[in-house]
C-alpha cells in the first residue's frame, strides 16, 4: 500500500525506487513485481542480511531478484553497517556481465578503499554504471568516481545539501569542506540510535514523519531542544525551508 501511495503521490514527477529488500529471496521477488505492476522507476535490495550467506548465494540472490522484471535495478551494498552484508566486486561484476537492466549501487560500507574497488569493478563492465554512498558524504563520494549520495538530510535541509553538492562538483573544495564539516557535526548525533535524530529534525523544520517503532525509541523533549539549538548554531535552522 506503501509503495504505491508513493507512485500515486508522486504522479510521474520524479523517479520513485521500491526498496524490496527481504532475506527471502522468494518474497523480494514478490515486491519486485509488484513494484513493476504499479509503475515503480526502480527497484533496489540489498543481499539477505541475516542468513549471510557465501558469495554464489548472494549472486543467486540478486539474480533472480533482477531476473524478475525488467525495472532498473540498484544494488545496495552494507558491509559491516546494522550487521549488513557486502555486494563484493566479483558479484558486481558477474551481475553486471548478464543484466543490462543493472544501473547502480548503494554503497554504504564507509570504506573508501571498498568504494574504490566496486567503483573499478563495475566500469570495467559499464561505464555509465552510478556509484553512490548511503549519506552525505559527497566530498569523497564526487571525487572518488560516485554520482553523489541516498540523501537523507535532503528532506531536512536541501538547500544545505545542494549547496555541498554544487561545490564540490564545481570544485570549489575549500567552501564545500567547510560545509562537510557542516554535515560531519551533524551525521556524529544522528548516527546514535538512528533514525530517531533524524525523525526528530524533520520535525523540528516542519515536516513530522512519526517517531521510530520499537525497539528504537524517540527522542525527549530536552534533546529535541538540544537539537534545534544545534541547527540554529550551524546556520541551518532559519534559512531551509519550512513545511511541506
Avoid at 510521474?12 to 527471502?24: A, D, E, L, Y
Avoid at 566479483?90 to 566496486?118: T, Y
Wanted: charged residues 20%.
Amino acid at each position: 500500500m506503501l509503495a504505491e501511495a508513493a507512485v500515486e503521490a508522486n504522479a510521474g514527477r520524479v523517479p520513485v525506487i521500491i526498496n524490496v529488500s527481504t532475506p527471502g529471496t522468494d518474497h523480494a521477488v514478490e515486491l519486485a513485481k509488484h513494484a513493476e505492476k504499479i509503475q515503480a522507476d526502480a527497484v533496489m535490495a540489498i543481499p539477505p542480511y541475516y542468513w549471510k550467506p557465501p558469495e554464489e548465494g548472494i549472486y543467486e540472490h540478486l539474480a533472480t531478484i533482477l531476473s524478475a522484471t525488467d525495472l532498473p535495478f540498484i544494488g545496495y551494498s552494507s558491509p559491516g553497517i546494522m550487521d549488513g552484508v557486502g555486494i563484493s566486486p566479483k558479484v558486481l561484476k558477474k551481475l553486471l556481465k548478464r543484466f543490462p537492466h543493472f544501473i547502480g549501487l548503494k554503497d554504504a560500507s564507509h570504506n573508501w578503499e571498498i568504494f574504490l574497488e566496486l567503483g573499478r569493478a563495475a566500469r570495467s563492465i559499464k561505464s555509465d554504471f552510478t556509484l553512490f554512498v548511503g549519506t552525505e558524504w559527497i566530498i569523497p563520494s564526487l571525487t572518488l568516481g560516485g554520482t553523489a549520495c541516498m540523501s537523507v538530510f535532503g528532506g531536512i535541509a536541501p538547500r544545505f545539501v545542494k549547496s555541498l553538492y554544487d561545490a564540490t562538483i564545481e570544485r570549489e573544495l575549500d567552501r564545500a569542506l567547510e560545509l562537510q564539516y557542516v554535515y560531519s557535526e551533524l551525521y556524529q548525533i544522528n548516527k546514535v540510535e538512528y533514525p530517531a535524530p533524524a525523525k526528530a529534525m524533520w520535525e523540528i523544520m516542519g515536516r513530522p514523519v512519526g517517531h521510530p517503532r520499537l525497539p528504537n525509541r524517540p527522542l525527549s523533549i530536552e534533546q529535541k531542544l538540544e537539537l534545534e539549538g544545534t541547527l540554529d548554531r550551524l546556520g541551518l535552522l532559519n534559512t531551509e525551508p519550512k513545511g511541506w
